[in-house]
């Protein structure tokens, strides 16, 4: 953290977006898809953009630099895909990176108790400072590369399984290991091909329950994948 503030101290942030009106239209875009956002929830979720352009001017952390783009791609997605989470557990998000999709389904769902597996340590802290300005009490950050999935053994089974452009076949397929405890859900947030390959062969032990549409843009899939009867 401390590089981090020293490029604070001689940069600075004098071009940041205005919050306000990120957050107000991040209340009335969630309201279109049938989400009304508590004042908690819309501050919740400007830090978390806020935090993205300040330290995305030090890292790299999207390539969108758009703030229609960033809207529609990394808050409105996880925003529809909400309804299908519940109560509490533990929810895995893997490759992390900027936190999305699952800060803002913990935002939402505050009793869900998030681990966000990140291999780069730059943006593991990034995810750390985004968990405490909010205050995600009982979430955390794991350090690790993921390239198979014996490297998340000790986090699987879990209520809940998120990943956003994650070739899951690649490095998920393991008859071996159960990712998902009854009664959870896998969501994988991906391309049109990748959602055509995982409803044809789904993770071992899973099984398609449902596939989405999502506001970030007609290349952009919510695979649900549920614990096989």
Do not use: Q
């Not at 809207?71 to 509490?88: S, V, Y």
């Not at 597996?117 to 985004?130: G, N, P, R």
């Not at 053994?153 to 209520?159: G, I, M, S």
């Amino acid at each position: 953290m401390l590089w981090y503030r020293r490029m604070v101290s001689r940069r600075g942030f004098p071009d940041t977006p205005s919050i306000d009106s990120f957050r107000e239209r991040l209340v009335e875009a969630a309201s279109r898809l049938g989400r009304r956002l508590s004042e908690a929830e819309a501050a919740s979720l400007a830090t978390h953009y806020r935090l993205l352009r300040e330290w995305g001017r030090m890292m790299n952390l999207t390539g969108l630099k758009g703030e229609d783009a960033i809207l529609g791609r990394h808050f409105l997605e996880p925003l529809a895909a909400a309804d299908l989470l519940e109560g509490e557990g533990s929810l895995v998000d893997i490759g992390s990176g900027n936190g999305f999709p699952a800060i803002p389904l913990g935002v939402l769902h505050p009793g869900i108790r998030l681990t966000l597996v990140e291999s780069s340590e730059k943006k593991s802290a990034f995810l750390w400072a985004v968990l405490r300005e909010i205050g995600l009490r009982g979430s955390r950050v794991e350090t690790r590369r993921v390239e198979r999935a014996a490297d998340i053994a000790d986090l699987v089974p879990c209520r809940y399984l998120t990943a956003r452009a994650v070739r899951f076949h690649k490095l998920l397929y393991d008859e071996h290991i159960t990712l998902i405890s009854a009664g959870g859900r896998a969501l994988l947030f991906v391309a049109p091909e990748e959602a055509a390959a995982l409803g044809a062969r789904p993770l071992p032990g899973l099984r398609l329950s449902e596939t989405r549409h999502l506001p970030g843009g007609h290349r952009s899939r919510l695979v649900v994948l549920e614990p096989a009867a």
